[in-house]
C-alpha cells in the first residue's frame, strides 16, 4: 500500500485511515461534517500527493497535447496559466481529467488523477513515441491544497509581504514559483471544492513541515469525505462516477471544456463526439431533494419526459449536503424535455427537483431550477 510523504502527520492529527485507489489516505479526523463546515467558512488542508504530475516537455509539447487534449492548450499565453480538459480515446471516452499548466510552448505541466496514473502515462507514453517530446514524471513532489475563504491569508504567512501580495492578486487557475519559508515551491489558485484558495507542490522532504506550519496557522486538516461533499456541492466531476472510458465529455457536463475551433485542429476522439455536439444522446443534471433523506450513488431514476414518454437514468454522485441540508446529487438523464424526475428511494419513487449541476459557490446557495 502506498503512503504519501505525509502519512506519519495524518496518523498525529487522528486520522481514520482508508485504501483510496492503493493509497492509503485520510478518510476525515474525527468528523467530516467539521471538516466540510470548515472549508466554507475558514481554510481546510487536503493531503493529495497522491496525484501525479507530468512535465511534458520539448519542440513538439505544443502540438504533441493538442492532439491528446480536447481542450486547446494554444489558449494558454501567461506563464503558468492553467488549463481543465479531458483526455480521450479513440472511441471518445474519457480516459481521465486534467489540468495543464502552461510554461512555455515547449514546457507544460500536467496534474492527473492518482486513480489513472497507470493507464495515463501508457496512453502519452504511446502518443508521446508520434512527437519530440520527453515525459517527466515527478514522484519527488507532495501537494497539499488549501482551501477556503482564508485560505490564502494563511498561506501567506509562509512567504514574504511582497510574495504575499503576488499570490493574493492571483487570478484563478494560475500557477507560479513562490520563495517561501521553507523553500522554493509552486502555487497555483486551483481546487476542487467550489472555494478559493490554492494547491501548492513542494518536495517530498519538507512536506511535513509545510503541514505542521499550516495547522500551527490555524488550518484544519480535512479528509477525503469532507472533499467529496465540497466537490458535489460544487458540480465538480469525480472520475469513475460522472465519467469514465464509456461515457464522453458531452454527457459528463464537459462540453465547455471542449475546444472545437479551430475546425482543422484534430484531437483523439474528436471524430467520435463529432456528431453528439448537435444532437446529444444524454447529459448530466443536478438534483434536489426537498424531503427528509439522502440521494445515493447509484439509486435509479425515472425520467418523464415533456411528451409524457418515461425513461430510465441513474445517479452517478449523491450524498447529504452540508451547507443545504438537504440531499443534493448530480444525475445522467436522456436528453429529452424534462417533465418530472423520481428517484428510487427504498421501492418507493419519490419526486426530486431537477436543476443545474452547482449548488454552492463560495459558500452561497446557488440552485438554479432547469
Given at each position: ?215 500551527a496557522l490555524g488550518v484544519a486538516p480535512c479528509g477525503l469525505g469532507a472533499r467529496d461533499t465540497l466537490r458535489l456541492e460544487a458540480g465538480m466531476n469525480l472520475y469513475g462516477q460522472e465519467m469514465d ?23 483523439i476522439g474528436r471524430s467520435e463526439i463529432e456528431p453528439e455536439r448537435h444532437a446529444p444522446k444524454s447529459r448530466l443534471i443536478g438534483l434536489l431533494l426537498e424531503e427528509k433523506g439522502v440521494l445515493r ?74
Open positions: 500500500m502506498n503512503r504519501t510523504p505525509l502519512y506519519d502527520q495524518h496518523l498525529a492529527c487522528g486520522a481514520r485511515m482508508v485504501d483510496f485507489h492503493g493509497w492509503m489516505m485520510p478518510l476525515h479526523y474525527g468528523s467530516q461534517l467539521d471538516e466540510h463546515h470548515k472549508v466554507r467558512q475558514g481554510a481546510g488542508m487536503f493531503d493529495t500527493s497522491h496525484m501525479t504530475v507530468i512535465d511534458v516537455v520539448g519542440e513538439q509539447a505544443k502540438p504533441f497535447l493538442q492532439w491528446v487534449l480536447a481542450n486547446d492548450v494554444d489558449r494558454l499565453k501567461e506563464h503558468g496559466k492553467a488549463l481543465y480538459s479531458a483526455m480521450l480515446n479513440d472511441d471518445g471516452g474519457v480516459i481521465d481529467d486534467l489540468i495543464v499548466y502552461f510554461f512555455t510552448d515547449t514546457s507544460y505541466r500536467l496534474i492527473v488523477n492518482s486513480a489513472t496514473r497507470e493507464k495515463d502515462l501508457a496512453w502519452l507514453g504511446l502518443q508521446a513515441q508520434k512527437f519530440s517530446v520527453t515525459l517527466t514524471e515527478h514522484d519527488e513532489l507532495a501537494m497539499i491544497a488549501v482551501q477556503g475563504p482564508k485560505a490564502l491569508a494563511a498561506v501567506t504567512h509562509l512567504l514574504n509581504e511582497e510574495a504575499g501580495w503576488r499570490l493574493t492578486a492571483m487570478k484563478p487557475f494560475l500557477g507560479a514559483d513562490f520563495e517561501t519559508t521553507l523553500g522554493p515551491a509552486f502555487i497555483a489558485t486551483t481546487g476542487y471544492t467550489g472555494e478559493a484558495g490554492c494547491e501548492i507542490l513542494i518536495d517530498n522532504e519538507r512536506a511535513p513541515t509545510l503541514w505542521q506550519e499550516l495547522l472510458e464509456e461515457v464522453s465529455p458531452l454527457a459528463a457536463n464537459m462540453g465547455w471544456t471542449i475546444a472545437w475551433q479551430p475546425e482543422d485542429r484534430d484531437f450513488t447509484g439509486q435509479a431514476l425515472k425520467v418523464t419526459a415533456a411528451d409524457g414518454s418515461e425513461h430510465a437514468g441513474i445517479i452517478t454522485s449523491g450524498s447529504f449536503s452540508p451547507t443545504l441540508g438537504k440531499g443534493i446529487a448530480l444525475a445522467r438523464i436522456p436528453a429529452v424535455e424534462l417533465a418530472a424526475v423520481a428517484v428510487d428511494m427504498r421501492k418507493n419513487w419519490i419526486t426530486v427537483k431537477p436543476v443545474k449541476p452547482c449548488f454552492v459557490r463560495h459558500g452561497q446557495p446557488v440552485v438554479t431550477p432547469l
